[in-house]
């Protein structure tokens, strides 16, 4: 294992100085975005000036957690080992309902602490209503996707 995987060989995130918020409010189990307190607009992945105004001042507004697949892919190996041996698995970007023109990565799982094939990629749509979960992963709360409940 390195300061980057899991024990098993799953990646983990690697937070930078500009991310780490996103990754503190995750471990709260809270999915928020970084906005320009000048501008108001919001911004993802997390940097520190604003691409719209220039402006250096942000801060972290949160999300519902509610949005849609806007794309999606089930890789195909060669595979990382510890990947392999759960595909076949999807990996969505997944569209933000109070932010549309934000998407983020990752899994569209049956529960939060469910592999990653635990859902039938036959499922998969594009326009899929979801909702944030956060799974656990080498001390790490990281945003997966479930299906909107009704």
């Known amino acids: ?52 105004c220039q402006s250096f001042a942000s801060a972290w507004r949160p999300m519902s957690g509610r949005g849609r697949i806007w794309s999606f892919v089930l890789p195909h190996p060669p595979l990382l080992p510890a990947y392999a041996e759960q595909a076949p698995y999807n990996v969505v970007l997944v569209e933000l309902a109070d932010a549309p023109y934000i998407r983020l990565a990752g899994n569209l799982v049956a529960s939060p602490d469910a592999p990653l094939d635990s859902v039938d990629p036959a499922k998969l749509r594009i326009g899929t209503r979801v909702q944030v979960a956060f799974r656990q992963l080498g001390g790490f709360s990281v945003p997966c996707w479930l299906l909107e409940k009704a």
């Open 1 to 52: 294992m390195t300061d980057t995987t899991t024990p098993e060989g799953l990646l983990l995130p690697v937070p930078d100085e500009d991310g780490a918020p996103f990754w503190e409010y995750t471990a709260r189990g809270e999915l928020r975005v970084q906005a320009c307190t000048d501008c108001g607009r919001l911004r993802f992945p997390p940097r520190p000036c604003c691409p719209h």
